[in-house]
């Protein structure tokens, strides 16, 4: 047994025991430069706080991380884009809650003189109809790695479409944030949450799929672990482990 399983079955039961735990921000801490390579772009480590603390619904530390992650130069069309992404994941009213969070701070920084950078708005035309079921079903193999079958899918049928023309057709269609920028999103809500290991061991799939490393990753796990909950990071390291073993 390598030393990053055996970590991360330690990082798996402490996880477990801290289901529970509240969060609380912390301020994040310079790692060495050994520790950077490869390294998460300052904007993406900022989205790992931002979309962790929104998916449990955590509003005066999501206020905290929303402050540190504009003044580290994230746009608010990227902080927009993650909370919007949210819902899929953790439901409407989290995504809600967090957007009117965003919007109250960047309203209070603006009357503090604090100008923050627009980001952009999607400039692709998201496609309708069987072109949208097309390009949703692309989108999600790509993705995957495979087109995506299974017995679940057959039994229900109606969440198949929904995922194929909704999350992986209007918005991964959506190019005002990256995939890479999306799935570390993914990646800290699905960690922050309890009870989706399946779902975040999938996207720590996705997220190496589309060009994210095993240290990039690694990292995911350390930013949530020190800014968020010890619990979240656990339970990335430990997703990440399942998934690539031999590392």
């Given amino acids: 047994m390598n030393n990053m399983t055996r970590g991360a079955i ?76 949210l819902y899929a994941y953790a439901g409407f009213p989290r995504s809600l809650n967090a957007l009117g969070e965003l919007m109250k701070v960047v309203e209070q920084r603006r009357a503090r003189g604090v100008v923050d950078a627009p980001g952009r708005a999607p400039v692709r035309p998201i ?65 922050a949450l309890c009870g989706v290991e399946s779902q975040l061991q999938s996207h720590v799939r996705i997220s190496m799929n589309v060009g994210i490393s095993v240290g990039q990753l690694r990292q995911v796990a350390d930013v949530l672990a020190r800014q968020v909950d010890a619990a979240a990071g656990a339970r990335a390291l430990a997703a990440l482990a399942t998934v690539t073993p031999a590392h």
């Fill in 127 to 191: 496609p309708t109809g069987d072109a949208l079921l097309a390009a949703g079903s692309a989108n999600q193999a790509k993705l995957v790695g495979a087109p995506v079958r299974g017995p679940l899918f057959d039994f229900a049928p109606a969440i198949d479409e929904y995922l194929k023309t909704h999350l992986f057709g209007d918005i991964f269609e959506r190019d005002n944030l990256d995939w890479q920028g999306r799935e570390v999103a993914t990646v800290s809500i699905l960690a």
């Fill in 10 to 85: 330690s990082a798996l039961a402490m996880a477990s025991a801290l289901c529970q735990a509240a969060p609380a921000i912390k301020e994040p801490k310079k790692m060495n430069t050994a520790e950077q390579a490869p390294t998460l772009s300052v904007s993406q480590q900022a989205i790992v706080p931002i979309a962790a603390f929104a998916a449990v619904g955590d509003i005066a530390n999501l206020n905290k991380a929303l402050e540190h992650g504009l003044d580290a130069g994230m746009t608010v069309s990227d902080a927009r884009e993650v909370l919007v992404q």
